[in-house]
């Protein structure tokens, strides 16, 4: 099997695959968000101009982009807003990367009509690049994606809580990494990876689901199975600090 070289971009919840060819992935922009939050009686810009301006300037590491999940946020119709920005959003995209592709994600649905036609959506149970298997998170991963040696997710938005010598909380996006209970994996599947690369979400306004509390620990069925071995969760910020296992 060719061996992948994965990058997170340094600053940025995306990462790069390299290999035939460079990918950039990023993963649950929840476009449209912010009007489910005015509902909530927050008065929100869109935050779409501003991710629009941080992916096409990622274009410079690779010339594709991968999006892991959840392109809008609305389930499950498109809101007249997703409807709105959304296909000029793509299609600006389209300008900066020579090919783009969505995994669809559990707030994906009724995506597809407002594709730009170049712009391909796959299953949320994935596909694999460059020999590293890549998936949403909300259902299981094909077993295409499993015969790999890192699998890559998004979904479940993760962050790590932080608190200081004064009792202060602050939640930060973060990578995780992780590995598998073996024996719970082949019960499913023919081949158990080796890592599991699990991306922060893009949107600023989503600062994620702290991984270092229970409700970080039950997300999407490959945690709630025990597939995974909470005691290898590795976390990483944003800027590389290593803040070691969990």
């Given at each position: 099997m060719e061996t992948v070289d994965i990058e997170p971009i340094a600053d940025t919840p995306a990462l790069l695959i390299k290999g035939k060819e460079?990918?950039?992935?990023?993963?649950?922009?929840?476009?449209?968000?912010?009007?489910?939050?005015?509902?909530?009686?927050?008065?929100?810009?869109?935050?779409?101009p501003r991710m629009l301006e941080s992916m096409m300037a990622l274009a410079s590491q690779g010339d594709k982009l991968l999006i892991l999940g959840d392109l809008k946020h609305r389930i499950p119709s498109v809101s007249n807003r997703e409807n709105k920005e959304i296909g000029p959003f793509l299609e600006k995209l389209e300008e900066s990367f020579r090919k783009i592709v969505i995994v669809a994600g559990n707030h994906d649905g009724g995506l597809s009509p407002i594709l730009p036609q170049g712009v391909e959506a796959i299953s949320g149970r994935g596909t694999r690049v460059n020999e590293a298997g890549v998936f949403h998170g909300h259902i299981w991963p094909s077993d295409q994606v499993m015969d790999t040696k890192t699998i890559i997710m998004g979904h479940t938005h993760p962050s790590v809580m932080l608190t200081d010598s004064l009792g202060t909380r602050t939640n930060e996006k973060c990578w995780v990494r992780a590995g598998f209970v073996e024996s719970k994996v082949l019960e499913r599947f023919k081949n158990c990876p080796k890592e599991m690369i699990i991306v922060p979400a893009f949107n600023p306004l989503l600062t994620g689901t702290p991984v270092n509390t229970s409700r970080g620990s039950s997300i999407g069925p490959m945690f709630r199975n025990g597939f995974v071995d909470s005691a290898s969760l590795r976390v990483y910020l944003l800027d590389g600090t290593n803040l070691g296992h969990l």
């Amino acid at each position: 099997m060719e061996t992948v070289d994965i990058e997170p971009i340094a600053d940025t919840p995306a990462l790069l695959i390299k290999g035939k060819e460079s990918w950039v992935v990023v993963a649950d922009l929840h476009i449209g968000i912010e009007v489910q939050l005015r509902h909530a009686g927050f008065n929100i810009p869109s935050q779409t101009p501003r991710m629009l301006e941080s992916m096409m300037a990622l274009a410079s590491q690779g010339d594709k982009l991968l999006i892991l999940g959840d392109l809008k946020h609305r389930i499950p119709s498109v809101s007249n807003r997703e409807n709105k920005e959304i296909g000029p959003f793509l299609e600006k995209l389209e300008e900066s990367f020579r090919k783009i592709v969505i995994v669809a994600g559990n707030h994906d649905g009724g995506l597809s009509p407002i594709l730009p036609q170049g712009v391909e959506a796959i299953s949320g149970r994935g596909t694999r690049v460059n020999e590293a298997g890549v998936f949403h998170g909300h259902i299981w991963p094909s077993d295409q994606v499993m015969d790999t040696k890192t699998i890559i997710m998004g979904h479940t938005h993760p962050s790590v809580m932080l608190t200081d010598s004064l009792g202060t909380r602050t939640n930060e996006k973060c990578w995780v990494r992780a590995g598998f209970v073996e024996s719970k994996v082949l019960e499913r599947f023919k081949n158990c990876p080796k890592e599991m690369i699990i991306v922060p979400a893009f949107n600023p306004l989503l600062t994620g689901t702290p991984v270092n509390t229970s409700r970080g620990s039950s997300i999407g069925p490959m945690f709630r199975n025990g597939f995974v071995d909470s005691a290898s969760l590795r976390v990483y910020l944003l800027d590389g600090t290593n803040l070691g296992h969990l």
